[in-house]
């Protein structure tokens, strides 16, 4: 009891300490699209590697993924920058995941209150179409990201449904921007 304890006070102090960095103006304006596309490009062979760890200390930081799913798709186009925004949204989904399971453990597995036991029972019943449910509604929302990982939801349950959930979301942003693109530059 006394762990559990400990460890959900490290998972706040770490979060708090995470949502005052990220809201830092310094910090903000290091993660806007403009700047992140810049420093992908200016990376050359090593940008592809730059994106994936700035998508996942984004999350940390609490960007949305969305942003970096507009970088990737303004850096590699449209059919590189879905592959790159969705191997990089999985990436950063789980070691989100990994790190704030690792940090508070799954105390949300020990909730007694009943509607939240209902909630949880419906992503242990079924924890791929939940998961996968949740990431085509929500994506990358951060509160998602933690609450999954407080969970007593498995790791490879975690990573086969935000696999399945977040295709659909991250295609829709990188091929919807090349739409609103299009319209832009038409109208200029």
């Known amino acids: 009891m006394k762990t559990r304890w400990l460890r959900i006070v490290a998972l706040v102090f770490l979060l708090a300490g995470l949502i005052v960095l990220g809201s830092m103006p310094t910090v903000r304006e290091a993660f806007t699209t403009e700047k992140l596309q810049a420093?992908?490009?200016?990376?050359?062979?090593?940008?592809?590697?730059?994106?994936?760890?700035?998508?996942?200390?984004?999350?940390?930081?609490?960007?949305?993924?969305?942003?970096?799913?507009?970088v990737a798709r303004a850096a590699w186009g449209p059919l590189l920058g879905f592959a790159n925004a969705y191997v990089g949204s999985l990436?950063?989904?789980?070691?989100?995941?990994?790190?704030?399971?690792?940090?508070?453990?799954?105390?949300?597995?020990?909730?007694t209150w009943p509607p939240a036991v209902r909630v949880l029972a419906g992503l242990e019943r079924r924890p791929v179409l939940t998961i996968a449910s949740l990431r085509a509604l929500m994506m990358l929302t951060p509160p998602l990201n933690y609450a999954l990982a407080l969970s007593p939801v498995g790791q490879r349950h975690h990573l086969i449904g935000s696999a399945i959930g977040l295709v659909v979301p991250v295609a829709l942003v990188v091929f919807l921007s090349e739409g609103a693109l299009a319209l832009v530059r038409s109208l200029g």
């Open 39 to 70: 420093g992908v490009a200016a990376a050359g062979w090593w940008g592809l590697a730059l994106f994936f760890v700035t998508f996942t200390v984004g999350q940390l930081l609490q960007v949305p993924g969305f942003v970096f799913i507009l």
């Open 91 to 111: 990436i950063a989904a789980t070691l989100v995941f990994l790190l704030v399971r690792a940090v508070g453990g799954k105390p949300l597995g020990a909730i």
